[in-house]
């Protein structure tokens, strides 16, 4: 059975960065798509970023290009998601996700993925 755990999830004030990482288990995604996604209070889920397996490509949604790194440790079945520059409006839950085959034009699409962790909570706060 595929599980995603993420970590690093926690309180920060505006301008902090956090560093959220996302261990996998049950199969590898060294070929892969694996990605973060969020969703705010009453708001619906978005597309954070997202990074392919073996061509390293990554994608980032524009709010927040520049200030997000998605990366991955194959070796370690693990992605990342270094988060600097926070602002209040990334308050947030964090969910990593990770699938296999996904095309370019389902990248930002959650229903592309097939597996997903639980979640860790951030909250950008003075």
């Known amino acids: 059975q595929v599980q995603l755990v993420e970590s690093g999830g926690g309180l920060v004030q505006p301008g902090g960065s956090l560093r959220l990482s996302c261990a996998a288990s049950?199969?590898?995604?060294?070929?892969?798509?694996m990605g973060w996604f969020r969703q705010a209070p009453g708001k619906e889920r978005e597309f954070v970023a997202a990074?392919?397996?073996?061509?390293?490509?990554?994608y980032y949604a524009d709010s927040v290009k520049g200030r997000f790194t998605i990366s991955r440790d194959n070796a370690k079945n693990t992605v990342y998601l270094q988060m600097t520059n926070l602002e209040s409006e990334d308050t947030a839950v964090y969910y990593c996700?990770?699938?296999?085959?996904?095309?370019?034009?389902?990248?930002?699409?959650?229903?592309?993925?097939?597996?997903w962790g639980q979640g860790t909570q951030v909250t950008v706060s003075s």
């Open positions: 996700t990770a699938g296999m085959g996904l095309i370019t034009s389902s990248i930002r699409n959650g229903a592309a993925y097939a597996h």
């Open positions: 049950g199969r590898t995604f060294t070929s892969g798509t």
């Open positions: 990074i392919r397996g073996f061509g390293r490509t990554t």
